[in-house]
Nanobody, 124 residues
Framework: QVHLVESGGGLVQPGGSLRLSCVAS????????MAWYRQVPGKERELVAH???????TYADSAKGRFTISGDNSKKTVYLQMNSLKPEDTAVYYC??????????????????WGQGTQVTVSS
């Protein structure tokens, strides 16, 4: 079993900053990429930022220029630095890890692991 534990969420005023952290434990396979998603009630979970083991990053349009994803410890720890926060950034933020768990012929088998989420509230 793989566990992802997020931390760093909280209440922040518009324009403020937060840094989210995600620590992975119980890793049993190679993690190819990690990402941050967010979700609000009644809405689909949304990809915010993504980073590969090669260091390639991608961001949602809403996050570009404000958020930065980074990682260390062979990408088993991932961070999301969030600056210039807006009320619409309010959501539960989830850490995600994509890992290779096996092979079938020429194809690799991957799976996703999720953290429990950390609440980010941008208000007042």
């Amino acid at each position: 079993q793989v566990h992802l534990v997020e931390s760093g969420g909280g209440l922040v005023q518009p324009g403020g900053s937060l840094r989210l952290s995600c620590v992975a434990s119980g890793i049993i396979a190679s993690i190819d990429a990690m990402a941050w998603y967010r979700q609000v009630p009644g809405k689909e979970r949304e990809l915010v930022a993504h980073i590969t083991n090669g260091g390639t990053t991608t961001y949602a349009d809403s996050a570009k220029g404000r958020f930065t994803i980074s990682g260390d410890n062979s990408k088993k720890t991932v961070y999301l630095q969030m600056n210039s926060l807006k009320p619409e950034d309010t959501a539960v933020y989830y850490c995600n890890a994509n890992a290779v768990i096996g092979d079938i012929g020429l194809a690799s088998i991957t799976t996703d692991y999720w953290g429990q989420g950390t609440q980010v509230t941008v208000s007042s």
